[in-house]
């Protein structure tokens, strides 16, 4: 039998398919995508939490899965009117095809509204023509582009030589027998640092002729006699309607990568139990996970990977609730931009957090055989598909922005006080004159210091765009930042009262050195990925702190208590340079800080094995030898000896550890 990591190419590719095709015959799967198809309540927590699941097992049969179901089968659901539902969605639960999405550009990735691909409508035929008129047109990253049948197509609608924006349509690739359709061109973009069992490629079309009734038409429909017609007259709120009913695939992405986090950390945290090194003279050695530097490494990521577990199920408990009372996501603009945030934030941890692990497992983590380093390969590609990190950040801020001015627009006075008023009470916060009743470091201190850096960062986001851009320059150009004149000014009225701490010219420098929007907006992103990632540390932190208070079992709660104080202050310790620029920390807070920091991973060094045994990962999908699961395959495998104290090891379950008592795994 051969190696999984002898596999070619084409081998480990036809390996994933066999994998997908079997993975989603299963009866629960099956299903979970008539779920999807009817809009049944919890189906979207359904779907996350399989998605995470298959990427725990194998990421590339999670991600092809999401490929062709969630992506292609999330635009035709999303995107699609009930009889595009009825026509494509019904195949492909029965894998009668397969589909691609086919979205990213050459010349355009995270900037759809720039795609070069043209769908013209030819009136005489009734057919709409694909066109890929230049190279930077051409459809790059495709997954499922080698075995695809379909192909959802974002493109420009052109109707008499003028574009209606981007719009999505089904576009046949290839035949049921594999071979590629006239016109169309497929190119395999071969090896990749991960994910090597998705085959992903470079769609080319040239001038292929589709039915008219291929247009996904649920937001804007072209009638036989080639009028346009749309629910929504404006081309921007049209296009930004139809990106968020792509949510759900943003927020599927955080649960492969939280689930990539969570089996890493499992991996290493046993391990890390099983291992000794170094110890008293005439004495055994230790565990390793008694140094410092070992479990200090590990457990605030074990922390971070227990908040973003409550928060993302939050996000879809939210997400379900909209879709199943037929909301549209892009009035939940605060959902979206939770869902943006968490998207960077999980990916960015999750990339951290497997480093760490490789590093904290030696050697061994080095051995493709313990999974980490293809796990650390599989998953790099997160930060930048579904929406570069960089980019969500962005999303979020500008939703920030938006409500932030909306108080001025709808009470201006009241905003104005009630802005006044936290101002007031932020500089007493850091005064060494406030009486502060919150003991340094409690739950309590902790959540007041990060709501508190996110009100700071964004009344100073606000304040720097208004004084970056004259009221004049920017009433025609700012529906980037979904801010107009009118708001722009109502911030001023606030901001004026913050000038003088947060460093901004004054308004007669401003006029000398005005900047457009775009200009303003780029000057200020440093300061836009921090307030972004001060918003979702907020409220990781409020959901796990919220999660905690509803633990029905006392000792899980006590628990699971230390981790979130461990994630508070992790979330202060990493910030303390601001908060002491701030005044929000003296320097003897700061020490105190850092020790609670180092305590707190001490004390839950121990517990971490209850934590990772109630992730509830199985045998199957760990198979690493340095987490005690054995491979005859392996002869080099360190193998953790056996603990005398654990308790016998049961099906489906770590090496023995105790389980929380959760009423539901972790």
């Given at each position: 039998?051969?190696?999984?990591?002898?596999?070619?190419?084409?081998?480990?590719?036809?390996?994933?398919?066999?994998?997908?095709?079997?993975?989603?015959?299963?009866?629960?799967?099956?299903?979970?995508?008539?779920?999807?198809?009817?809009?049944?309540?919890?189906?979207?927590?359904?779907?996350?939490?399989?998605?995470?699941?298959?990427?725990?097992?194998?990421?590339?049969?999670?991600?092809?899965?999401?490929?062709?179901?969630?992506?292609?089968?999330?635009?035709?659901?999303?995107?699609?009117?009930?009889?595009?539902?009825?026509?494509?969605?019904?195949?492909?639960?029965?894998?009668?095809?397969?589909?691609?999405?086919?979205?990213?550009?050459?010349?355009?990735?995270?900037?759809?509204?720039?795609?070069?691909?043209?769908?013209?409508?030819?009136?005489?035929?009734?057919?709409?023509?694909?066109?890929?008129?230049?190279e930077n047109a051409k459809k790059m990253y495709i997954g499922n582009a080698m075995e695809g049948h379909y192909a959802a197509v974002f493109a420009q609608l052109i109707i008499n030589g003028r574009s209606q924006g981007p719009h999505c349509f089904i576009v046949p690739v290839r035949d049921e027998n594999g071979s590629l359709y006239p016109g169309v061109t497929v190119i395999d973009m071969l090896h990749k640092e991960g994910l090597h069992g998705v085959d992903n490629g470079i769609l080319i079309f040239d001038k292929v002729r589709i039915p008219r009734e291929n247009l996904l038409d649920k937001f804007g429909s072209v009638a036989p006699d080639g009028q346009y017609y749309s629910p929504i007259k404006n081309k921007s709120e049209r296009f930004n309607v139809m990106l968020a009913a792509l949510t759900p695939s943003r927020l599927a992405v955080t649960f492969q990568a939280m689930g990539a986090?969570?089996?890493?950390?499992?991996?290493?945290?046993?391990?890390?139990?099983?291992?000794?090194?170094?110890?008293?003279?005439?004495?055994?050695?230790?565990?390793?996970?008694?140094?410092?530097?070992?479990?200090?490494?590990?457990?605030?990521?074990?922390?971070?990977?227990?908040?973003?577990?409550?928060?993302?199920?939050?996000?879809?408990?939210?997400?379900?609730?909209?879709?199943?009372?037929?909301?549209?996501?892009?009035?939940?603009?605060?959902?979206?931009?939770?869902?943006?945030?968490?998207?960077?934030?999980?990916?960015?941890?999750?990339?951290?957090?497997?480093?760490?692990?490789?590093?904290?497992?030696?050697?061994?983590?080095?051995?493709?055989?313990?999974?980490?380093?293809?796990?650390?390969?599989?998953?790099?590609?997160?930060?930048?598909?579904?929406?570069?990190?960089?980019?969500?950040?962005?999303?979020?801020?500008?939703?920030?922005?938006?409500?932030?001015?909306?108080?001025?627009?709808?009470?201006?006075?009241?905003?104005?006080?009630?802005?006044?008023?936290?101002?007031?009470?932020?500089?007493?916060?850091?005064?060494?004159?406030?009486?502060?009743?919150?003991?340094?470091?409690?739950?309590?201190?902790?959540?007041?210091?990060?709501?508190?850096?996110?009100?700071?960062?964004?009344?100073?986001?606000?304040?720097?765009?208004?004084?970056?851009?004259?009221?004049?320059?920017?009433?025609?150009?700012?529906?980037?930042?979904?801010?107009?004149?009118?708001?722009?000014?109502?911030?001023?009225?606030?901001?004026?009262?913050?000038?003088?701490?947060?460093?901004?010219?004054?308004?007669?420098?401003?006029?000398?050195?005005?900047?457009?929007?775009?200009?303003?907006?780029?000057?200020?992103?440093?300061?836009?990925?921090?307030?972004?990632?001060?918003?979702?540390?907020?409220?990781?932190?409020?959901?796990?702190?919220?999660?905690?208070?509803?633990?029905?079992?006392?000792?899980?709660?006590?628990?699971?208590?230390?981790?979130?104080?461990?994630?508070?202050?992790?979330?202060?310790?990493?910030?303390?340079?601001?908060?002491?620029?701030?005044?929000?920390?003296?320097?003897?807070?700061?020490?105190?800080?850092?020790?609670?920091?180092?305590?707190?991973?001490?004390?839950?060094?121990?517990?971490?094995?209850?934590?990772?045994?109630?992730?509830?990962?199985?045998?199957?999908?760990?198979?690493?030898?340095?987490?005690?699961?054995?491979?005859?395959?392996?002869?080099?495998?360190?193998?953790?000896?056996?603990?005398?104290?654990?308790?016998?090891?049961?099906?489906?379950?770590?090496?023995?550890?105790?389980?929380?008592?959760?009423?539901?795994?972790?």
């Amino acid at each position: 039998m051969q190696h999984r990591y002898d596999l070619s190419l084409d081998e480990m590719r036809d390996l994933t398919f066999q994998r997908v095709k079997f993975t989603m015959g299963l009866p629960q799967l099956k299903r979970a995508i008539q779920e999807q198809a009817e809009k049944k309540k919890n189906f979207v927590r359904r779907s996350l939490v399989i998605g995470e699941v298959l990427s725990i097992a194998d990421m590339a049969t999670g991600v092809k899965c999401g490929i062709i179901y969630w992506l292609f089968g999330g635009a035709v659901r999303n995107l699609g009117s009930p009889g595009h539902v009825a026509k494509w969605f019904q195949p492909l639960q029965e894998q009668k095809y397969t589909g691609m999405f086919a979205m990213t550009e050459r010349g355009h990735g995270s900037n759809v509204r720039g795609i070069q691909t043209e769908a013209t409508f030819d009136l005489t035929a009734q057919e709409f023509i694909i066109d890929t008129p230049c190279e930077n047109a051409k459809k790059m990253y495709i997954g499922n582009a080698m075995e695809g049948h379909y192909a959802a197509v974002f493109a420009q609608l052109i109707i008499n030589g003028r574009s209606q924006g981007p719009h999505c349509f089904i576009v046949p690739v290839r035949d049921e027998n594999g071979s590629l359709y006239p016109g169309v061109t497929v190119i395999d973009m071969l090896h990749k640092e991960g994910l090597h069992g998705v085959d992903n490629g470079i769609l080319i079309f040239d001038k292929v002729r589709i039915p008219r009734e291929n247009l996904l038409d649920k937001f804007g429909s072209v009638a036989p006699d080639g009028q346009y017609y749309s629910p929504i007259k404006n081309k921007s709120e049209r296009f930004n309607v139809m990106l968020a009913a792509l949510t759900p695939s943003r927020l599927a992405v955080t649960f492969q990568a939280m689930g990539a986090m969570k089996l890493g950390l499992t991996i290493a945290i046993r391990y890390s139990h099983s291992r000794r090194q170094f110890g008293p003279k005439a004495k055994e050695e230790v565990k390793i996970i008694e140094h410092q530097t070992q479990y200090l490494r590990l457990m605030p990521h074990l922390a971070t990977a227990l908040a973003l577990t409550f928060t993302s199920r939050y996000a879809g408990d939210l997400l379900d609730e909209d879709i199943f009372h037929e909301k549209d996501l892009v009035n939940s603009r605060s959902l979206q931009a939770l869902v943006a945030g968490l998207k960077a934030y999980s990916t960015w941890e999750n990339i951290t957090c497997l480093q760490d692990c490789r590093e904290c497992t030696g050697g061994m983590g080095y051995m493709m055989e313990n999974r980490i380093s293809g796990l650390k390969c599989d998953s790099d590609v997160f930060v930048t598909f579904e929406g570069d990190n960089v980019v969500m950040l962005q999303v979020v801020v500008r939703e920030l922005l938006a409500q932030y001015t909306k108080q001025y627009e709808e009470r201006p006075l009241f905003g104005l006080l009630r802005n006044w008023t936290e101002s007031v009470s932020d500089n007493l916060r850091t005064s060494f004159l406030a009486f502060n009743m919150d003991a340094i470091g409690n739950m309590t201190f902790l959540l007041k210091a990060v709501s508190f850096r996110e009100r700071v960062l964004q009344r100073g986001l606000a304040a720097r765009i208004y004084y970056k851009v004259l009221i004049t320059s920017c009433l025609d150009s700012c529906n980037s930042l979904q801010l107009d004149g009118r708001n722009i000014e109502l911030v001023h009225q606030y901001s004026v009262l913050d000038q003088q701490s947060q460093g901004i010219p004054s308004r007669r420098q401003v006029m000398i050195k005005k900047e457009d929007i775009f200009s303003a907006w780029n000057s200020c992103l440093h300061h836009v990925a921090s307030l972004s990632l001060a918003h979702i540390h907020r409220v990781t932190l409020e959901q796990f702190s919220l999660a905690v208070g509803s633990c029905p079992v006392r000792e899980d709660q006590t628990l699971l208590m230390k981790f979130c104080l461990l994630y508070g202050t992790k979330l202060v310790f990493q910030e303390r340079a601001w908060y002491l620029e701030h005044k929000y920390l003296t320097p003897a807070s700061s020490v105190q800080i850092r020790s609670q920091l180092l305590n707190l991973c001490d004390s839950v060094k121990e517990d971490a094995l209850k934590v990772i045994s109630a992730f509830n990962i199985p045998h199957s999908s760990i198979h690493a030898p340095i987490a005690g699961i054995p491979n005859p395959r392996a002869a080099w495998a360190f193998y953790p000896p056996p603990q005398p104290q654990e308790q016998p090891k049961s099906s489906g379950e770590g090496v023995g550890h105790q389980r929380l008592k959760f009423g539901a795994k972790l």
